[in-house]
Nanobody, 122 residues
Framework: QVQVVESGGGLVQAGGSLRLSCAAS????????MAWFRQAPGKEREFVAA????????NYADSVKGRFTISRGNAKNTVYLQMNNLKAEDTAVYYC???????????????WGQGTQVTVSS
């Protein structure tokens, strides 16, 4: 019922910015909490940011606080991750997820996109 597709990844130099987009379709998409996770080569998936269905509450990993911003575009069934002041450590495949609550635990999200690569060069 829900299809999630990420876009906006690419190659950027350290200190630069990228905006990731997550487009989803489905009957109940607008009521889902949404989140971004990332996975670097050889490492486990880690939480990045999450937002409630209403957009009234957000959560961020300590490593991205002050640099990344998650927002919703409900009219377009889209969630964004604005990434500023990118660092080499941000290099990873970024995944968008939809679920019942805006928490940092992957198990709370039932629907996942295929991922988009973000590479930050130093």
């Amino acid at each position: 019922q829900v299809q999630v597709v990420e876009s906006g990844g690419g190659l950027v130099q350290a200190g630069g910015s990228l905006r990731l987009s997550c487009a989803a379709s489905g009957r109940t998409f607008s009521t889902f909490a949404m989140a971004w996770f990332r996975q670097a080569p050889g490492k486990e998936r880690e939480f990045v940011a999450a937002i409630t269905w209403s957009g009234s509450s957000t959560n961020y990993a300590d490593s991205v606080k002050g640099r990344f911003t998650i927002s919703r575009g409900n009219a377009k069934n889209t969630v964004y991750l604005q990434m500023n002041n990118l660092k080499a450590e941000d290099t990873a495949v970024y995944y968008c997820a939809a679920g019942l609550s805006a928490v940092a635990t992957p198990g709370h999200y039932a629907y996942w996109g295929q991922g988009t690569q973000v590479t930050v060069s130093s």
